[in-house]
């Protein structure tokens, strides 16, 4: 019989290797520096110290079991007890046993692709509107405005999810402006200064702004999230263009892992004009609707 010659083939890897560990790690760092942690079996509860938005439950890194239904149960009656949202997120590739779990402790839950950035699949914003995005600085003086801008824009945009135009515009982003807290607008300002927040508007002539988005940053992996436009702005590309400008920027910045979750496979399609491609699925859970 011939010999067969060896070939060496590569150890298939696990999806708790690249990329998943770096973004599970993420997933668990980013709270922490605003939060303080309460353990709950195989999840952990972040509870933020001060006002801003809340956080959520995950699985612990140092877990030796599986989270159970009743540890889903006993975070909940933990998250009512503070007037919290009952909110779970996990990445499924890395927990697949959750999703049942979740689902048989009364959750409902979203399944949104996962994606990362291929960097040389990037355009330049430029590709999608004429119509500049400007990153904002913390130094400004108008960065107090421009963060509650960001927020309205977002807040206006998500009530509305999809990207069907809609009647909701400008006057409607201005209702929903708040001025900010001292101590929420002092944390844009030192995570923005310190690298670990970028946020993005585009603003058109006689409207103000009109789409907006941020990213989340530890160490060389970051997050692009809240991307939102205007219902009456949508359909010219200004998401995409915002998705663009932050990506350019965390990779100028030196970040290596970019990525971000779509809220539907209409949204995903968006996002691969910009050169993400889908690589799993982040859980995303609250209680499910009653009726």
Not at 78 to 92: I, K, N, S, T, Y
Not at 127 to 144: C, G, N, Q, S
Not at 151 to 177: K, N, Q, S, Y
């Amino acid at each position: 019989m011939a010999r067969v010659p060896y070939v060496y083939a590569p150890p298939v890897a696990s999806v708790r290797d690249e990329p998943f560990d770096r973004l599970e790690r993420f997933y668990d760092a980013v709270p922490r520096d605003g939060a303080h942690t309460e353990d709950f079996g195989g999840l952990v509860l972040f509870v933020r110290d001060g006002a801003g938005w809340p956080f959520y439950a995950r699985p612990r890194l140092d877990a030796t079991e599986p989270p159970s239904a009743a540890d889903v149960t006993a975070v909940r009656q933990r998250q009512r007890d503070l007037g919290l949202p009952e909110a779970f997120e996990w990445v499924h590739e890395n927990h697949p046993e959750l999703l049942a779990v979740a689902r048989s402790a009364g959750l409902a839950v979203l399944e949104a692709p996962l994606m990362v950035l291929d960097p040389a699949a990037l355009p330049p914003p430029e590709e999608f509107t004429a119509t500049p995005v400007r990153i904002l600085d913390p130094a400004a003086p108008t960065f107090a405005a421009d963060v509650a801008a960001r927020r309205a824009v977002a807040a206006v945009g998500f009530a509305a999810p999809g990207t069907d135009v809609g009647a909701a515009g400008p006057a409607a982003r201005d209702t929903a402006l708040v001025e900010l807290p001292v101590d929420s607008l002092d944390e844009e300002r030192t995570r923005t200064a310190a690298g670990r927040r970028i946020s993005a508007l585009v603003e058109l002539p006689g409207q103000g702004a009109v789409a907006s988005g941020m990213a989340l940053r530890v160490d060389d992996v970051a997050e692009i999230a809240g991307i939102a436009t205007l219902p009456t702005a949508r359909r010219r590309g200004l998401g995409a263009a915002v998705t663009a400008a932050l990506a350019r920027r965390l990779l100028d910045d030196g970040t290596s892992l970019v990525f971000l979750s779509a809220g539907s496979e209409q949204i995903a399609r968006v996002y691969l004009r910009v050169g993400f491609r889908r690589i799993g699925t982040a859980c995303i859970a609250e209680p499910a609707p009653v009726g």
